[in-house]
Structure formats: C-alpha cells, structure tokens
Nanobody, 128 residues
C-alpha cells in the first residue's frame, strides 16, 4: 500500500509562485514514476507533469513548460512541483500520483489511467 500526501497549496496572486510537495510512503519510492495532475471546477482532471525514477526524464503539459518544474528527492520519498509565473488558469486542485509498476517514464504517463495511487489533492488558487 502506498500513501501520498500533498501540501503547499494556497492562494497566490497572478505572477506569483508556489511549491507543492508530495510525501510518499513505501520503501521502493525510488522505483516509481511520479506525476502531478490538476482538476479545475467543472473540468476533467488533466496531466501537468511527470518524472522518472532517476529524475532525468520529465514530461510537461505544454501550457506549463518553462513555468513549472517537477523534481524528486528519493532520499526523502518526496516529489515536488515548483510553480512560477502562475496564472488564474492554473487554479485547480492539484493531485500527486504514483505508478508503482514501472521506473521508466513513457507517453502513457500523460494519462491518469497509468497511475495506481493518488493523493487527496491540494487547492491552488491564483487571483488576477
């Protein structure tokens, strides 16, 4: 069983920054592909970013490239999402997800169906 707990959400003005954290349980965290997704009110959940076990390979949603950075610290069992230059359109509940079945990132990880564990989410609100 894997538990994921997100933190770091909040209210920020447009142009500001937030850093989300996701703490994971499980002795083999370093073998998981980790992802961040978000869901805005009235919209479907969408992919934001993903990272391989080795912190070398990453994927990003086009609209966040250059603004968001995903990273991980396997020693701390934690994955991060640094969000800069935030826009009102980034307002959503942000979810951390883990694919415990594979270490290597693939295009499949852009879909939420690739992940088998999810956190409870953390709210990010960007005011204009």
């Amino acid at each position: 069983q894997v538990q994921l707990v997100e933190s770091g959400g909040g209210l920020v003005q447009a142009g500001g920054s937030l850093r989300l954290s996701c703490a994971a349980s499980g002795r083999t965290f370093s073998r998981y592909v980790m992802g961040w997704f978000r869901q805005a009110p009235g919209k479907e959940r969408e992919f934001v970013a993903a990272i391989s076990w080795s912190d070398i390979s990453t994927y990003y949603k086009d609209s966040v490239k250059g603004r968001f950075t995903i990273s991980r610290d396997n020693a701390k069992n934690t994955v991060y999402l640094q969000m800069n230059s935030l826009k009102p359109g980034d307002t959503a509940v942000y979810y951390c997800a883990a694919d415990t079945n594979i270490q290597y990132i693939a295009l499949a990880h852009l879909a939420d169906s690739a992940y088998d564990y999810w956190g409870q989410g953390t709210q990010v609100t960007v005011s204009s």
